[in-house]
């Protein structure tokens, strides 16, 4: 038996943006409690959408403190904000920082008990579905418009925490590529890399099926011949990479990740590591790591990220011909190839039982010892 949770409804392509105006009002709609990023303000992006909702005579509040990994300070002055201002729905506008507190947000007006943001860690089970969401990414990487997860840094503890939970998934999402045309190359590097992993994790974990290696398979295929045209700031690029990530989403939130994604959440927890690099840096590695319990589908991969030929290889090719390819794509979008600027050796350890215990890691395809982990940031040192 397997479970399958998408958005009810959602918008792609350039201008996408104007249908959220259509959707609040057929819905009733009062007042939106908008959050989004200092940054995304300080550059009109957020402009984009709350200039729509004031042409059309629609109330808001804008929330904007927000982290790049979200704090659950970043949540518990969110929920206050929201109740103070008499909003019944949010539009979250960002990356997966932007989405992961609004999520939160949601879950805990509606679920009060969780008031404390820590005991909704996990696969926590609320009562009640989250204040409507309408998210309108402006990355191309977390598909976090379409997830039911997200992450919160609890800072005291020096962790991340992530949380599955089907209540949480915006009711409307506005994959509009015009949102992402402002973003930097190395974000939109990262960004695109965060999606490629997403895809391949999602394809290799423990609960990969037919339904979901659908999505991943393409999505392989559509971010591999995109995301350099996007970094390059493309239109085409922008659109397909919109919706590669999007694409990826659909799957992996259904069925995991692995350990690409647990220590990736330990570097964003100890240093503050954007997201996407981190993934992006430890991707080829661990494909290493883990491809003796793949079966066959590093050819498959390799195929989907464009590499001639993979029908007459043999398994070490294709598995290697599936991690140079995505080392490749890497290198060729400007991403570290090494952890050096980042990890402190000394807290390796400390990085690797945190990665452990993270809620990624049971769904890796080979189980992980805490050595194993650490041998893994070793190597990237």
């Not at 009002?25 to 009109?44: E, I, M, Y």
């Not at 939970?165 to 973003?183: K, L, N």
């Not at 964003?268 to 066959?296: K, Q, R």
Request: net charge negative; charged share 20%.
């Amino acid at each position: 038996m397997a479970r399958f949770v998408l958005n009810e409804t959602s918008y792609h392509g350039s201008g996408a943006i104007q249908e959220i105006v259509t959707e609040v009002k057929t819905r009733g709609f009062k007042k939106a409690f908008v959050c989004s990023d200092p940054d995304l303000v300080k550059f009109n992006v957020t402009s984009k959408v709350t200039d729509l909702l004031k042409g059309a005579g629609l109330d808001f509040e804008l929330y904007s403190n927000i982290k790049p990994n979200p704090t659950i300070e970043n949540v518990q002055t969110g929920v206050a904000a929201f109740k103070k201002s008499g909003a019944d729905y949010l539009i979250a506008i960002g990356g997966g920082s932007s989405m992961d507190t609004a999520k939160a947000i949601g879950i805990i007006i509606a679920n009060p008990e969780h008031e404390d943001v820590r005991s909704l860690e996990g696969a926590v089970i609320t009562k009640n579905k989250c204040v409507p969401i309408i998210a309108v990414p402006t990355t191309a990487g977390t598909a976090a418009e379409v997830t039911i997860n997200y992450v919160i840094t609890d800072v005291e503890r020096r962790r991340k925490f992530v949380c599955v939970d089907p209540h949480d998934i915006p009711v409307v999402a506005v994959i509009d590529p015009d949102m992402m045309s402002s973003m930097p190359k190395g974000l939109t590097a990262a960004t695109g890399m965060d999606a490629l992993t997403h895809a391949i994790e999602g394809y290799i974990t423990k609960g990969a099926w037919e339904l979901s290696d659908m999505f991943h398979l393409k999505a392989i295929e559509i971010i591999a011949r995109s995301l350099r045209d996007a970094v390059a700031n493309t239109p085409k690029g922008r659109e397909d990479m919109a919706l590669g990530q999007y694409v990826a989403g659909m799957g992996f939130s259904n069925v995991g990740l692995g350990i690409v994604h647990s220590m990736a959440h330990s570097l964003g927890a100890f240093y503050d590591t954007p997201h996407g690099v981190a993934n992006a840096i430890l991707l080829p590695t661990v494909m290493e790591y883990n491809a003796p319990a793949t079966g066959s589908k590093y050819r498959d991969i390799a195929k989907a990220m464009g590499v001639p030929g993979t029908e007459s290889m043999s398994e070490a090719e294709y598995r290697k011909a599936a991690i140079d390819a995505v080392r490749k794509l890497s290198a060729d979008v400007g991403i570290p190839a090494d952890l050096k600027e980042i990890v402190k050796p000394e807290e390796v350890h400390a990085l690797a039982e945190s990665a452990l215990a993270d809620a990624c890691t049971p769904g890796n395809p080979k189980d992980p010892t805490v050595e194993d982990i650490e041998q893994l940031y070793r190597s990237l040192l």
